[in-house]
């Protein structure tokens, strides 16, 4: 029996069942009854594609926005971890179902950088491992195109591919990886301060858990989601490390939100001043990453002189 059996078959145990079949009608004594609630065989890969969909996204044609805080610290071999600053982050997922167990996504994303454990924003930050000041540059991500199926995920460049799921207590926990090496934009002979070396390595751990009760509810199409993620990146290049081994560790914790109006006022003001592409999705079609775009305005300042 392989770990992902075992999985699936500990998720159907911890169930309440309905008999030997193995289709889930419920999580706990005051569920609701059988016939209001969705069956899922979590052994069949389409309904276990269905399952995990309304914990990542919806199974319908909707929006699901998020809001996750990160705390960043630096890494260098050998060296104890150093706190470095905060980002408050904002995502827009656009879902479209194409069959039932695949949907097709459009993702936005962006952060702005605050003082760490903050909601200051920052412009400047000043490198504690470098001991320089330094001109901040915010993130921002999108649109990108995934397509989500029963057996992988489909997407250009990093995507988050599921691992096997659990059920643990009352919630329902989906885990995913996304794991990448590719060549740094700023070499390092052409930009010894900024280039993070030759390679550019980043590995993403993403965990998102919802009640089961709501996985099961046929009247949502979106399961309510807690979000924790763990990064492990190479130095950003506008952090201007000089090559230094190491990188960034990143933790994050979020959930699901209603949209903007959500958000603490002084996070909203934030994002409004530093990421207004975020409340203009309707006409941001065209791909933006944070690395190239501060790849690019480094090529037009030092045509300038300027750096």
Same mark, same amino acid.
């Given at each position: 029996?392989?770990?992902?059996?075992?999985n699936?078959r500990k998720?159907?145990?911890s169930?309440?069942g309905?008999?030997a079949?193995?289709?889930v009608?419920g999580?706990?004594e005051?569920a609701?009854?059988?016939?209001?609630?969705?069956?899922?065989?979590?052994?069949d890969?389409?309904?276990?594609?269905?399952?995990?969909?309304?914990v990542?996204?919806?199974?319908?044609?909707?929006?699901?926005?998020?809001?996750?805080?990160f705390?960043?610290y630096?890494?260098?071999p050998?060296?104890k971890?150093?706190?470095?600053f905060?980002m408050?982050?904002?995502?827009?997922d656009?879902w479209?179902?194409?069959?039932?167990?695949?949907?097709?996504?459009?993702?936005?994303?962006?952060?702005y950088?605050c003082?760490?454990?903050?909601?200051?924003?920052i412009?400047?930050?000043?490198?504690p491992?470098?001991?320089?000041?330094?001109?901040?540059? !915010?993130?921002?991500l999108g649109?990108?195109?995934?397509l989500?199926s &029963?057996e992988?995920v489909? @997407? $250009?460049?990093?995507?988050p #591919?599921p691992l096997?799921?659990?059920?643990?207590?009352?919630r329902?926990?989906?885990?995913?990886?996304?794991?990448?090496?590719?060549?740094?934009?700023f070499?390092?002979?052409?930009?010894?301060?900024?280039s993070?070396?030759?390679?550019?390595n980043w590995?993403?751990? !993403?965990t998102?858990s919802?009640?089961?009760d709501?996985?099961?509810? &046929?009247?949502?199409?979106s @399961? $309510?989601?807690?979000?924790? #993620?763990?990064?492990f990146?190479?130095w950003?290049?506008?952090m201007q490390?000089?090559?230094?081994?190491?990188?960034?560790?990143?933790?994050?914790?979020?959930?699901?939100i209603a949209?903007?109006?959500?958000?603490?006022s002084?996070?909203?003001?934030?994002?409004?001043?530093?990421?207004?592409?975020i409340?203009?999705?309707?006409?941001?079609?065209?791909t933006?990453?944070d690395?190239?775009d501060y790849f690019? #305005?480094?090529?037009?300042?030092?045509?300038?002189?300027?750096?």
């Amino acid at each position: 029996m392989t770990n992902k059996q075992m999985n699936r078959r500990k998720a159907m145990a911890s169930l309440a069942g309905v008999g030997a079949a193995g289709m889930v009608a419920g999580c706990a004594e005051n569920a609701a009854p059988v016939q209001q609630r969705m069956e899922l065989d979590l052994n069949d890969p389409v309904d276990l594609a269905v399952a995990r969909q309304k914990v990542i996204g919806s199974i319908a044609k909707e929006e699901i926005h998020s809001f996750i805080r990160f705390h960043f610290y630096g890494q260098v071999p050998g060296e104890k971890a150093v706190p470095l600053f905060s980002m408050n982050n904002y995502i827009i997922d656009s879902w479209e179902p194409v069959e039932r167990g695949t949907y097709q996504l459009k993702h936005w994303e962006v952060g702005y950088y605050c003082d760490f454990d903050t909601d200051d924003p920052i412009e400047t930050w000043f490198n504690p491992i470098t001991t320089e000041e330094v001109e901040v540059f !915010q993130f921002i991500l999108g649109p990108i195109d995934r397509l989500y199926s &029963p057996e992988t995920v489909l @997407a $250009p460049g990093l995507a988050p #591919l599921p691992l096997s799921s659990h059920v643990m207590g009352p919630r329902f926990i989906v885990a995913t990886e996304a794991i990448s090496q590719m060549p740094s934009m700023f070499k390092q002979d052409e930009w010894p301060k900024r280039s993070p070396g030759p390679l550019v390595n980043w590995v993403s751990a !993403q965990t998102l858990s919802a009640l089961m009760d709501d996985v099961l509810n &046929p009247e949502l199409n979106s @399961a $309510p989601a807690n979000i924790h #993620l763990q990064n492990f990146i190479s130095w950003g290049s506008w952090m201007q490390m000089g090559g230094r081994p190491g990188g960034t560790m990143a933790r994050g914790y979020g959930t699901d939100i209603a949209g903007f109006d959500a958000l603490p006022s002084k996070v909203y003001e934030g994002f409004k001043k530093y990421t207004p592409e975020i409340f203009e999705t309707a006409s941001w079609d065209v791909t933006r990453f944070d690395e190239m775009d501060y790849f690019k #305005l480094m090529q037009e300042r030092r045509a300038k002189g300027e750096v």
